[in-house]
């Protein structure tokens, strides 16, 4: 299997220029914009329309620092009757444009020849695209209900400045106006912010500390296989017989919540350096600086001699850089996760790390091209399940596994629509996430709730590696086998009394 070439890790953060909302709006906005006044541009007469930029520039703040997603979407129609009410401003003509400009664009573009091309979807998939982007509830370009009302007010109040400006009107109390409007729209979005954006999942407000850094390892080796976007509900309806079974023979914790927002490279940063979005400072797909901020699980590693490696795609690379092993996602889904194995297979062989974590991907993809209420993604769930089999067996019959612990999870959900994660709708919040070794205690169920970001220390308690330097998340302590943490508190207290 090939590598992400430095082409498509550039791509792919390109890509999230129009994938992620934030950025998505004013970029479709000025393009559609200009594509409109493309006649003023070419007669030299462009001068009143970029102006009239000026008198928008507040909202477009706005609209960058207030998501709407979920419900919050249907307020985003207030601002905008409220703008035709006082302003009496509408240009049909404009709006029209925005919106076959913006359905060409998630339709045709994204949903049809942009996963043609890198998955190989059928190139009759706007069939279904379309309903998944008007059903989309997280806020990405692909939520209709979303970005339609922030885009017509945006363009409804540009050229309405524009018009006024190209008739004479002075900027100064023109600008006035729209900036005051401006500043009620950012009054009304700060309130529903603040009163109606109440399902975060808590944050842990203290560092690792239910357990000591550990003295010695438990296992010798961990291998975590996280089946991206894999839906929890949807887990339980498929015919998983290998997954199920591991699950009943090792600790499953039933309430593992993921993070916020749930994007895939926020979920890896959190799960496997212990802490929160505000302190790795990875808060999007859309990386604008590389690197997390904190100290990862793989530095963890390297302080005792140990070695930890992630195979997963390249967006991956702009958190966990040098320590990832890429695998380009331009390849047919139904054989992406089967290289993903082989791949796997490598690693074991040629470099023997003490941490391996493997990204399936073909689970996620389908969600987002084909929907996740739909028996293709089902069966994605089902494929991963036979090579997941096949993986462990394959370490069994090398004698890898015989102190070894296996983690099978995965770092999100996926919401009807375009399979859309982010934001928390259903489906999105709560994963699959079960242990199995001989350190693991078998046939055990934990029901309180968790966070994924317990992952990180708990493979520096498995491996005998002390927590990542911001770990928030408390040890699985649930899931070890009686003897093994009385050994372990056992070595703390003799290391402690050595001191």
Known sequence: MKEASRFEKIAARCWNLLN???????????????IYHAADLMGGHAWTWLIGLTAVLPLFVVYYVYDYPLFLRNYLW???????????????????????????????????????????????????????????????????????????????????????????????????ALWLFAAGVWLFSWILHRNLFDWQPEIIPTYTNNVPSPTAPVSDKVYVIVIDGMRKDRFEAVNAPFLKRLRAQGTEFAQMETVYPARTVVCFTSMLTGTYPFEHGIRSNMVWKLGAKVETIFDSLRKVGKTGRLLGIAHLVDSFGDDVETVTAVMPNDLADRYIIERAKRIVEEQNPDLLVVQLIATDQTGHSRGVLYDEYIEKIEEADALIAEFVAWLEERGELERATLIVCADHGQADGIGGHGHLDEGERYVPFFLYGPAIEAGKRVDEKKSLVSLAPTIAYLLGAPYPSHSRGPVLIEAMRKEESDEEAARHRLFAGAQ
Not at 20 to 34: A, C, D, L, Q, Y
């Open 20 to 34: 992620e909302g934030k950025p998505f709006t004013p970029i479709f906005v000025v393009g559609t914009m200009s």
């Open 78 to 176: 207030i601002p905008y009757v409220v703008f035709l009410i006082v302003w009496s401003f509408a240009d049909a003509s404009l709006l029209l444009l925005a919106s076959g400009l913006y359905f060409f664009f998630t339709v045709f573009f994204w949903g049809t020849l942009y996963y043609h091309l890198r998955i190989g979807t059928s190139w009759w998939n706007f069939t279904r695209f379309w309903k998944l982007v008007l059903k989309n509830s997280d806020s990405t370009s692909g939520n209709a209900q979303e970005q339609l009302p922030k885009c017509f007010l945006l363009l409804s109040v540009w050229e309405y400045a524009s018009q006024q400006i190209d008739q004479g009107a002075a900027l100064a109390p023109l600008c006035g």
